[in-house]
């Protein structure tokens, strides 16, 4: 569901109960699971034909350093995954809450594998 479909519910709830609404509800992407940092390192190894004893650490590493880039509000441009921006941040409970926009290059979406190139066979 698209964020202005999201706003678009969130405004006819209100209008049909008569008040605001206080919490939309999150959106669903295409009910694909989320990638847990196992399945990542999996796919590392995979795609790089690294050994996972070298790839974990790796991996591990960048997760730790993208995090700590976000919790200072850097904004990041690191093609393929895209440009990413903090929109807002906020602490709710003991936790930060950071909303971003991701923008990625439609290039990117299809894997290099793929690209059209020709098999000689």
């Given at each position: 569901m698209s964020t202005v479909k999201s706003k678009l519910a969130a405004r006819t709830v209100a209008a049909e109960t008569?008040?605001?609404?206080v919490a939309a509800s999150a959106p669903v992407v295409d009910g694909t699971p989320e990638l847990r940092r196992r399945e990542l390192i999996d796919l590392v190894v995979e795609s790089s034909g690294v050994k996972k004893k070298f790839a974990k650490?790796?991996?591990e590493a960048m997760l730790a350093t993208l995090g700590s880039s976000l919790a200072e509000g850097r904004?990041?441009?690191l093609p393929p995954l895209g440009k990413l921006r903090i929109n807002r941040?906020?602490?709710k409970d003991g936790n930060r809450i950071i909303i971003c926009k991701v923008r990625q290059n439609k290039a990117a979406e299809t894997p290099a594998d793929d690209a059209g190139g020709t098999d000689a066979t």
């Amino acid at each position: 569901m698209s964020t202005v479909k999201s706003k678009l519910a969130a405004r006819t709830v209100a209008a049909e109960t008569g008040g605001d609404v206080v919490a939309a509800s999150a959106p669903v992407v295409d009910g694909t699971p989320e990638l847990r940092r196992r399945e990542l390192i999996d796919l590392v190894v995979e795609s790089s034909g690294v050994k996972k004893k070298f790839a974990k650490p790796v991996v591990e590493a960048m997760l730790a350093t993208l995090g700590s880039s976000l919790a200072e509000g850097r904004a990041f441009n690191l093609p393929p995954l895209g440009k990413l921006r903090i929109n807002r941040a906020q602490e709710k409970d003991g936790n930060r809450i950071i909303i971003c926009k991701v923008r990625q290059n439609k290039a990117a979406e299809t894997p290099a594998d793929d690209a059209g190139g020709t098999d000689a066979t």
